[in-house]
Structure formats: structure tokens, C-alpha cells
């Protein structure tokens, strides 16, 4: 698969817990395991280089990110600030509604989907919401940055696009259900795999229909766009390569199913649950597989001829580096 075995780390994961994330963030990997507690491991050996629970165990965490040198886990209900470098909490923040999704960066400001489908704002340095937009339902899948703009479609199949700059809708819509699968996007449309058995792509700047694919059944693989190409894995067609600005077929992989991780020289790596698979990007054929058991995550950084990080159910992280 032009990979190679780097090296094996080993995050803190308490008893009876499990892996719940682990993102590439710059030169750390950041493990979150189900019992709250954050190990960094760093990307060019392996070494665990600082833990950290900054709650209790029945905390829900609902997403992380990095900015400088400050690492941000977000639960339902608070925003922790940790120094990249040590772990130690250097700052919290409180929200005024419970959180769904993971957050988005907009200056001092991060933007979070709400339980009660609310797409709000919150300003760090007072620690206090500015502004909110409201659906009904609940987010279910994470809110999706379209450009300068946030959309998200809760889980009643409402759209809502809001430019933060303005603090206002830039438009709304909707659909007969909500996403099955984490959204996608480009700087100018927001892709939902739908479980009204529709793919559809959105317009950021006024919420509308710039196409829709109908399909035999609910679509629960998360697309992925790359380079003017939107991948989805649709039960009827298998894994499938759209025109992202026209919705146009450009080819189908049949009986090939799974989520594209990334590329390695010109072949698209597609994880399905069980198989990495590589791809022939130009027309859809299955060009070489190998088996992969027991994985609970698996992530390619950078997209493009990036090393490929894997999780295992056990939460040992692992990475394979370009030959």
C-alpha cells in the first residue's frame, strides 16, 4: 500500500474505558479516551508526553482541537483549555446550552451546535454567548465550516447557513430527514448525506439546492470532497465520485463501500470497517486491499501523501509513514 510501520504509542486508558478520539494536530496526537482523560503523543516518536483529565467520568466530550499552543477539549457543557506542551488547564469556559457537536474557531470566539439544534457563539474572553440561531431537533453530526460561513442540518432535516462576520442567517432550508453521516464541504457548498436516501449539496451563501442525488436507501457513509471531487459510498453504486459543483456521476466502484481517508500517489485510501483499500482516483478501480482488524479509527495527515494514524480498540495508537 506504500506505507511502512513507524512506531506503537501507548495513551493512559483507564479501566473498562475505550478509545473515544484521536486527532493529528500539528506535531501532537491527542488521544481522548470514554473516561475523559487526554494524552498528547507526540507525531515524531510515539512518546506520550503529558495526560490529563480535566472532569469527571460521567462527562460527555464532544469534540477537540488545537490552536498555537493551546489544546481545547470541549464537553456538553465547558470548553477546556490545556497547554500543548505540559497538559496543564490553563482556562474553562461555560456554555449557556449544552453542546452536540464539536466546535469551530472564529476568533476569540468558537462556534458550537447546541442539543436543542441551536448553532451559537461563544466569546472566550468574557465567557459569554453573543449570538445564537435556532432549528428544531437536535444535531446529531457536527456543524460544518463552508468557507467564512457555518452551516449544519439538525436532526429533523432543517439547513441553517450563518456568516459569523455578520452574525446573521445567510439563509435556511430543509429536508425530509436528517444527515446519517458527518457533513461535508468546499469554501462554497455544504454536502449532507441524508436519511431521506438523498445526497444534496446546499449553496453557503443563501441555503439553496445546488443538486441532489436520490438513492434506494438511507445514505449513512460520510462524504468527502477533494480537488472539485465529492466521494460517497451509496448502496447502490458503491463508492461514488460526483462532479461536486454539477452533482454529475464521474464514476462508481461497485461493491466498494467505506470512507475515503485520503490519497497516496494518485490512489484514494478508502477504510470500510474492516479494509484499507486503494483506489484508482481517475476511474474507480480497486487496485490493492489489506486486512484490517480490531480498528477502532484510522486517519490520514495530510490528506494529500500524508502518514496514515490508526487506532485500535484497545486505544494503542500506531503510525505507518510513506515508503
Known sequence: MGYRWDWNAFPVL???EGPLRAEPLDDLIIFQETGGTVSAIDTQVGETIWTNKPAGD???????NRRGNTVFVSSESELYAMDAQTGELIARNHYEKLAATDFIFNGSEIIIGSASAEIM???????????????????????????????????????????????????????FKGPGAALASNDEMMFVASLDQT????????????????????ITEAPVFHEGVLYCSLIDTGLTAFDASTGDVLWTSKDQFGEVIGLRNGRLMIFDGKSLVAIEAQRGGVLDKISLSNVHSISCSPFVDGDIYLTSREGVVAKFVTD
Open 199 to 218: 445526497l444534496y449539496a446546499f449553496r453557503a451563501v443563501n441555503a439553496r439546492l445546488a443538486w441532489k442525488h436520490l438513492t434506494p436507501s438511507p
Open 14 to 16: 483507564l479501566i473498562g
Open 121 to 175: 457563539a461563544h466569546y472566550r474572553p468574557a465567557d459569554i454567548k453573543v449570538w445564537g440561531h435556532d432549528m428544531t431537533g437536535t444535531f446529531e453530526e457536527d456543524i460544518i465550516q463552508i468557507g467564512p460561513i457555518v452551516g449544519g442540518v439538525s436532526s429533523t432535516g432543517q439547513v441553517m447557513c450563518v456568516d459569523p462576520r455578520t452574525q446573521r442567517q445567510t439563509g435556511r432550508n430543509s429536508i
Open 58 to 64: 460521567l462527562t460527555k466530550f464532544v469534540g477537540m
